[in-house]
């Protein structure tokens, strides 16, 4: 794993390109602002159809170099077999405490993949133990402040979205940048959807949640906590 990096965002996964599919856009757009972001990826797909874990490695380091992101890392645990043990808690918990992300994006905690939904309540709890100074693990305790679930692909009503309208190309970009996974191939072909439908149904996804804040293209999250805002005349999205 490439020397940590401390950055404001870091978004965690269960698998290489699972950050590509759901909040892709939020972190160019959150690197377009001049804000660090970072990656953590907690397997390294060896359980996939195609492709080796060394391919996969390359090509996540190439989404990453498109999405902007200052690091990104891939932990040891089994692929498909994503657990929230102790001893996975604590490997995220050294993550946290090098990076000190300000804002941590896990994925939504129901779903049909159990990775997804393990990575999910495995990050949240990571997160907690980060911030107790009796969990040693030779770095300073460290608390991210919010935690958001990327919940695109979870039927629910997000909380708010984020408006990717002008990076949804360079969102798609990093997606393909899995050729092992979306170039149209014979291995597995029954299993996968064609490249352009992946263009076609992300697209249509984004368009989706955009419309649902008048803009064009957004990716959707949700929030455990209330909103709150100072300002009643800035409040975003017009009602009528
Ligand atoms: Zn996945």
Redesign the pocket.
Known sequence: MAEHVAAEVLAI???R??VEQTCGGTLLRMRSLGVCTAILDLTQGEAGTRGSTQDRAAEAAEAARILGVAWRGALDIPDGRVENTWENRLKIVDVLRRIRPRVVILPYWTGR?P??YTASILGYEACFLSGLAKIDTGTPPHRPFKILYASLYADVRPSLVVDISPFIEDRHRALMAYQSQYANQTAGSGLFVPEEEIRERTFAEARHYGTLAGVRYAEPFVQKEIGLVDDLTLIPVQSL
């Open positions: 996964a269960a698998h390109d699972d993949h990775d997804h």
